[in-house]
């Protein structure tokens, strides 16, 4: 069992820098990929990046060149630097862990942090 959660949300101003963190307990963090979506209000929910448990990452192309992951495995965290933030960029961005051993997959999600762009 892996439990996330979810910090580092707030209000920022257009062009302005938020990081996001994801937070785990549990064992075997390291195994787990990591991917970050994102919910506006009246929309499905989307990708927006994620990284291996080896560390290799892709973005969504809406955040390519703005958002960067990375993870710390020490301490059982991931985290999403996000830059030059867009008022397209207002969410609730949650993180899912993922891990598939043979043919059993193993999917937790956080609860989400509210992250609002505006001027």
């Known amino acids: 069992q892996v439990q996330l959660v979810e910090s580092g949300g707030g209000v920022v101003q257009p062009g302005g820098s938020l990081r996001l963190s994801c937070a785990a307990s549990g064992r075997f963090f390291s195994n787990y990929a990591i991917h970050w979506y994102r919910q506006a209000p009246g929309k499905q929910r989307e990708f927006v990046a994620g990284?291996?448990?080896?560390?290799?990452?892709n973005y969504a192309e809406f955040v390519k060149g703005r958002f960067t992951l990375s993870r710390d495995n020490a301490k059982n965290t991931v985290y999403l630097q996000m830059n030059s933030l867009k008022l397209d960029d207002t969410a609730v961005y949650y993180c899912?862990?993922?891990?598939?051993?043979?043919?059993?997959?193993?999917?937790?999600w956080g609860q989400g942090t509210q992250v609002t762009v505006s001027s």
């Open positions: 990284i291996t448990s080896g560390g290799s990452t």
């Open positions: 899912m862990g993922l891990n598939v051993v043979g043919l059993a997959k193993y999917e937790y």
